[in-house]
T-cell receptor, first 111, second 115 residues
Framework: DAKTTQPTSMDCAEGRAANLPCNHS???????VYWYRQIHSQGPQYIIH???NNETNEMASLIITEDRKSSTLILPHATLRDTAVYYC????????????FGKGTRLHILP | GAVVSQHPSWVICKSGTSVKIECRSL??????MFWYRQFPKQSLMLMAT?????????EQGVEKDKFLINHASLTLSTLTVTSAHPEDSSFYIC???????????FGSGTQLSVL
């Protein structure tokens, strides 16, 4: 079973920041927080990951709470192409470990 | 960046026939690949972990004799759906960790429709 909980769906206006929350209260010390997204009828796409520090890349920012029990993915200036299902996943250090997807958040960017 | 190529993108077949789906890591070697299945409006469900040079590890409830996985080289894993039936119609996706082992890269998926 997935170890994260996310809202089922969210709306965000185009051009605004999209903030997607994720709860992972049972996260263990060696687990990273990963975010992927899946645009309709495509394979998932890696977005960002972090352990305990906040992270930023060209796609998004990841804010992890100090107790690591929750995190927020931030898309700073959402566009219509950001409409997708966003998955928050916990992954251990061993990349051969299987990855279990939860139901994710369906993000709709509104024009 | 790392690329995982999956082929074919879609396939339509008659009930009772077998279908092979290929997953290739194009610019990196993948000792492990993962196969997922996704039904409409549902999340990805892990089917099996493909290991180069050894037998695949199947998730509970996935029939290994029906979903044959072969990982004969460091860049290619194949999933064969044997004796396909309409209930096998689904979106199949493969993935592999990149060379840095930090990220999973996914194929573009294969939409299988069994008539």
């Amino acid at each position: 079973d997935a170890k994260t909980t996310q809202p089922t769906s969210m709306d965000c206006a185009e051009g605004r920041a999209a903030n997607l929350p994720c709860n992972h209260s049972t996260i263990s010390g060696n687990e990273y927080v990963y975010w992927y997204r899946q645009i309709h009828s495509q394979g998932p796409q890696y977005i960002i990951h972090g352990l305990k520090n906040n992270e930023t890349n060209e796609m998004a920012s990841l804010i992890i709470t100090e107790d690591r029990k929750s995190s927020t993915l931030i898309l700073p200036h959402a566009t219509l192409r950001d409409t997708a299902v966003y998955y928050c996943i916990l992954e251990g250090l061993n990349r051969d470990d299987k990855i279990i997807f939860g139901k994710g958040t369906r993000l709709h960017i509104l024009p | 960046g790392a690329v995982v190529s999956q082929h074919p993108s879609w396939v339509i077949c008659k009930s009772g026939t077998s279908v092979k789906i290929e997953c290739r890591s194009l610019d990196f070697q993948a000792t492990t690949m993962f196969w997922y299945r996704q039904f409409p409006k549902q999340s990805l469900m892990l089917m099996a972990t493909s290991n180069e040079g050894s037998k695949a590890t199947y998730e509970q409830g996935v029939e290994k004799d029906k979903f044959l996985i072969n990982h004969a080289s460091l860049t290619l894993s194949t999933l064969t759906v044997t004796s396909a039936h309409p209930e096998d119609s689904s979106f199949y996706i493969c993935s592999a960790p990149d060379a840095t082992n930090e990220k999973l890269f996914f194929g573009s998926g294969t939409q299988l429709s069994v008539l």
